[in-house]
């Protein structure tokens, strides 16, 4: 049977591929060794609903909060949880309101490397606001967030598969929003600005070689596991 491999989430990815050669690999092994509790999967999974996002060019009344509110309270798997993406939620969805942002369907395709991977480094929707469009993405964490180097590849990558492959998206901007570590999680945007970014060579490289190291960071585990337990199932470390 083939070893399985987890996904390196793509926060992660971006952070730790643009750490020089010799910092990737314990990075990569304090990933390993997390996981497994409250997370943001509940306001991911909800985004176009937190963000109020609509087909076409189609007006209507924004959801109450209320209604956002329960959907994430259902999806939360824990108390923890729950209070963390109510919190993310909330705040996402106050930023959209407060400035007048209008989200709309986004036409994009997952940018594909040799090693297999697929990324996409935006979240589900197109903000239409009062002055400008944008494309974002959330990051939601309060520890491990994207540093400004994971944000210029974020960057790279949505310019490569949205402007260069659709030129209905030459003049669109692209902006991380993140979510402060304050008590309300208010959101600061960064833009691109005049930012040079990486080419599809550079990130090929840099994937590649941290893709690489995360194969032999999960093998190490799962060898570390059956050796001190023999009747271990490898399909119990994936749940």
């Not at 076409?56 to 999806?75: I, Q, T, Y």
Request: proline fraction near 6%; include cysteine; aromatic fraction near 10%.
């Amino acid at each position: 049977m083939g070893k399985k491999i987890r996904h390196l989430p793509i926060t992660d990815l971006a952070r730790i591929a643009v750490m020089d050669s010799e910092l990737r690999f314990p990075a990569l092994q304090q990933v390993n060794t997390g996981g497994g509790g409250p997370s943001y999967r509940p306001t991911r999974q909800k985004l176009a609903d937190v963000v109020d996002r609509k087909p076409g060019m189609f007006e209507s009344e924004r959801a109450p909060w209320s209604v956002v509110e329960e959907d994430l309270k259902k999806l939360s798997y824990s108390d923890r949880e729950e209070k963390m993406n109510l919190l993310a939620g909330k705040s996402i969805y106050n930023y959209c309101a407060k400035n007048d942002v209008h989200a709309r369907e986004l036409e994009g395709y997952p940018l594909s490397f040799n090693v297999g991977l697929k990324l996409v480094c935006w979240s589900p929707a197109l903000f239409v606001y009062p002055d400008r469009i944008s494309v974002p993405f959330f990051d939601m964490r309060r520890k491990y967030f994207l540093t400004p180097g994971a944000t210029k590849f974020m960057f790279s990558v949505m310019n490569i598969a949205l402007r260069e492959n659709n030129p209905d998206y030459s003049e669109v901007e692209f902006e991380v929003l993140r979510l402060s570590d304050s008590k309300d999680r208010a959101i600061r945007p960064i833009s691109e600005g005049d930012m040079s970014l990486y080419s599809y060579e550079e990130l090929e490289q840099m994937i590649s070689e941290t893709q690489s190291l995360w194969i032999k960071v999960q093998e190490g585990r799962i060898d570390q596991r059956r050796d001190s337990d023999p009747d271990w199932d490898i399909d119990s470390l994936f749940g």
